[in-house]
């Protein structure tokens, strides 16, 4: 899986937000300000709105072609350094019938969100760009009170760093999802209640496996199977596959529906490592460990690695996931590293 490197992001550099699903930056827009504060303060980033970024989020749902159209937009606009989307959804697949992949191919750059997003990852990794699996605006950049310190250090280390990511160490000062109405404008200084970290959970495997990274959220994986994003089974072959759920908290058992799929697919037999998220709200955490150890099981894939209770995907704060990056499952050392730069 050859992808092309984004250039990384310096001081002073414009970064687009953009509304690819639901159209929460619209609804909510003292959220959305803080974001773009936080952004501008603690990067120094000039930050920049595509045309329907900040619409109302029935606008943005009547309006798929719009969205495609701002996508495109920022991407063939060379002054914007990297799009950033604002928050997730459910909503991203109805743009794929507007997107034109050679735009994306031939002007690439910086691509972050996570969750729904998933969908223009896959885009994106179409069209033979690496994105990054990451925060978005009014999540991990509008964090209530501020940002949290390894979500700070994540983005600086992955976007505007071109050495070699490195190993990626657990959060160790705890970790959130907090509900707080987004909604009651007086409660976004008031920091969410931080869980204590138990570490990262490796599951299974005794070896020392690496691989480019390729996932995304569970979910919206199952709505593109098919599709035209949707990647070969040589994509699959050698790489980590990184897989987290949404918020909805899904029951243990779609969980082990959508990874039969996998294996029916033959992408079990052919990945070399699997990381999982941490569950939202740490729910079912025993439980998918569980399916997940069900599923290889009845593949025979005894010894193939495993991570889960990982720090990215509905959980805050998260380290970044940078896609066709080649990364280091170490079960020995019980160490999970991403051993190439993520951008030039």
Not at 20 to 32: N, Q
Request: charged share 25%; net charge negative; with cysteine.
């Amino acid at each position: 899986m050859q992808l092309v490197k984004p250039k990384g992001l310096k001081q002073g550099d414009t970064v687009a937000t953009i509304s690819l699903s639901w159209g929460g930056a619209g609804d909510l827009p003292h959220r959305y300000k803080v974001g773009k504060h936080q952004i501008e303060s603690v990067f120094d980033l000039n930050v920049v709105e595509t045309t329907n970024a900040l619409r109302s989020a029935q606008w943005i749902y009547d309006n798929p072609k719009a969205r495609a159209e701002d996508l495109m937009e920022a991407f063939r606009n060379s002054d914007i350094k990297a799009i950033i989307s604002n928050i997730g959804g459910e909503d991203s697949i109805r743009l794929l019938k507007y997107i034109d992949f050679n735009v994306i191919r031939d002007n690439p750059k910086i691509f972050m969100g996570f969750s729904d997003s998933t969908v223009t990852h896959f885009m994106c990794l179409k069209a033979g760009l690496s994105s990054f699996y990451g925060t978005s605006v009014l999540v991990g950049f509008a964090e209530n009170g501020g940002m949290l310190k390894y979500q700070v250090e994540d983005i600086k280390r992955t976007l505007f760093c071109n050495e070699a990511i490195g190993e990626i160490h657990p959060n160790t000062e705890g970790w959130t999802t907090e509900y707080l109405d987004w909604f009651d404008t007086s409660l976004q200084h008031t920091k969410r209640k931080l869980t204590p970290s138990n570490g990262w959970r490796f599951l299974r495997g005794e070896s020392k496996v690496q691989g480019p990274l390729i996932g995304g959220c569970l979910e919206v994986l199952d709505m593109i199977k098919g599709t035209i994003i949707w990647p070969e089974l040589e994509v699959w072959r050698g790489a980590i596959l990184f897989l987290e759920s949404s918020e909805e908290k899904p029951d243990p058992k779609y969980v082990r529906y959508w990874l039969m799929g996998f294996a029916a697919m033959g992408i079990l037999n052919v990945i070399n490592g699997i990381i999982v998220g941490r569950p939202y709200d740490n729910e079912f955490v025993q439980e998918y460990d569980d399916v997940i150890l069900q599923v290889l099981n009845e593949e025979g894939l005894y010894s193939l690695p495993v991570i889960t209770q990982m720090d990215f995907g509905h959980t805050c704060p998260t380290f970044t996931l940078p896609y066709g990056r080649i990364a280091e499952i170490d079960c020995e050392h019980k160490s999970f590293s991403i051993l190439e730069n993520a951008v030039d």
